[in-house]
């Protein structure tokens, strides 16, 4: 069974000495915490907020330089309202924050300074320490905000269409992640240190398919990400429950892919969740996915069970 840990909290980068106090909140990138961030609805912009943002894109358009190098324009960021209305303060997740506002991000970063006067100055120094992320090509859309003295721009690019759109059956999305993982059993592949030959393909088993979806949505249900399940279980429990006689069991999980193929390509680059889909001892499978209640958050849950027949 691939152990799988949680993601820990973000730890701000100490800063070296600027004119301002400057702060990035460092990004998660497909695989955002179930822990609840910091959303508040606030009042109009103060002044100057939108023209960061404004300022920004003018940026990214003509920027000149970046860390002393020459650096390439960038296409403008579509302004986002909801990317303007959060609070993202120390150690808040941004991806959290925004899915409670109602924006779900693939990927999402806010970058901040303290003590520019100006929308102008504001930039200068967020230019100057973050030049990089302000310029980055992967994000489609932003918001800025100020309170106090304090500007922050928050950079993102919206979640794609949740697998419940292209794949209105689960069993259509486990057939696809069957298929990624008996291609990738065809070839020799190394899982970290370990080195694996080519396997025979496995086969699909509807019983561990529906372990695989019973773990996926209740994972989906009650916000967790574990292969112990809130009631006790472990996937042998629930294999076992399903109705599946095993000699033996390994599971895979992942969250935030947004499609089969994402999911597999996922556990192809972790070792130990490689070294389950190349193990040559499992000889089935099932797999499915779930999707949290609040579809909103676009926050999808995937189990893959392996298992070998008594």
Same mark, same amino acid.
């Given at each position: ?7 820990s ?14 702060r990035?909140?460092?990004?998660l990138?497909?695989s955002?915490a179930?822990?609840? @961030?910091?959303?508040?609805a606030?009042?109009?912009p103060?002044?100057?907020a939108e023209?960061l943002a404004?300022? !920004?894109?003018?940026?990214r &358009?003509a ?7 020459s ?8 302004p986002?309202?909801? &990317? ?10 941004? /991806?959290?924050? &925004?899915?409670?506002a ?6 999402? !970063? ?12 504001? &930039?200068? !120094?967020l230019q ?20 106090g003295? /304090?500007?922050?721009v ?9 697998p419940?759109?292209s794949?209105p059956?689960?069993h259509?999305a ?11 059993r065809?070839?020799a ?20 398919g /529906? ?11 009650r916000?967790y ?14 294999a ?20 089969? @193929? /994402?999911?597999?390509a @996922?556990?192809?680059?972790?070792? @130990?969740?490689c070294a ?8 089935e ?12 958050s ?5 189990t893959?069970?392996f298992?070998?027949?008594?």
């Amino acid at each position: 069974m691939a152990a799988t840990s949680r993601p820990s909290p973000i730890t701000l980068p100490t800063m070296p000495t600027l004119p301002y106090r400057a702060r990035c909140a460092l990004p998660l990138l497909f695989s955002l915490a179930a822990w609840p @961030g910091v959303a508040t609805a606030v009042p109009a912009p103060a002044y100057g907020a939108e023209q960061l943002a404004t300022l !920004v894109n003018a940026y990214r &358009l003509a920027p000149g330089s970046c860390m002393g190098r020459s650096a390439a324009p960038a296409r403008a960021l579509a302004p986002h309202p909801a &990317l303007a209305r959060v609070r993202i303060g120390p150690a808040t997740f941004t /991806e959290v924050a &925004l899915e409670q506002a109602g924006y779900a991000a693939e990927r999402a !970063v806010s970058v901040s300074v303290n003590g520019p006067q100006t929308p102008a100055d504001a &930039l200068a !120094v967020l230019q100057q320490k973050y030049c990089s992320t302000l310029l980055d090509t992967r994000f489609s859309a932003i918001g800025s905000y100020r309170e106090g003295n /304090e500007w922050t721009v928050i950079l993102a690019r919206p979640a794609p269409p949740l697998p419940s759109d292209s794949y209105p059956d689960w069993h259509d999305a486990g057939q696809a992640i069957l298929a990624g993982v008996n291609a990738a059993r065809a070839s020799a592949r190394s899982c970290g240190t370990q080195q694996f030959g080519p396997a025979p393909p496995v086969s699909w088993n509807p019983q561990l398919g /529906e372990a695989a979806l019973a773990h996926s949505r209740d994972m989906a249900a009650r916000r967790y990400f574990s292969h112990r399940a809130r009631d006790g279980t472990q996937p042998a429990d629930r294999a076992t429950r399903a109705g599946y006689a095993w000699q033996r069991v390994g599971e895979n999980i992942a969250f935030g892919q947004s499609t089969p @193929g /994402e999911a597999v390509a @996922g556990w192809l680059d972790s070792p @130990g969740h490689c070294a389950n889909i190349m193990n040559p001892g499992f000889t089935e499978m099932g797999a499915a996915y779930g999707v949290s209640a609040d579809k909103r958050s676009g926050i999808v849950y995937w189990t893959q069970v392996f298992g070998r027949p008594r």
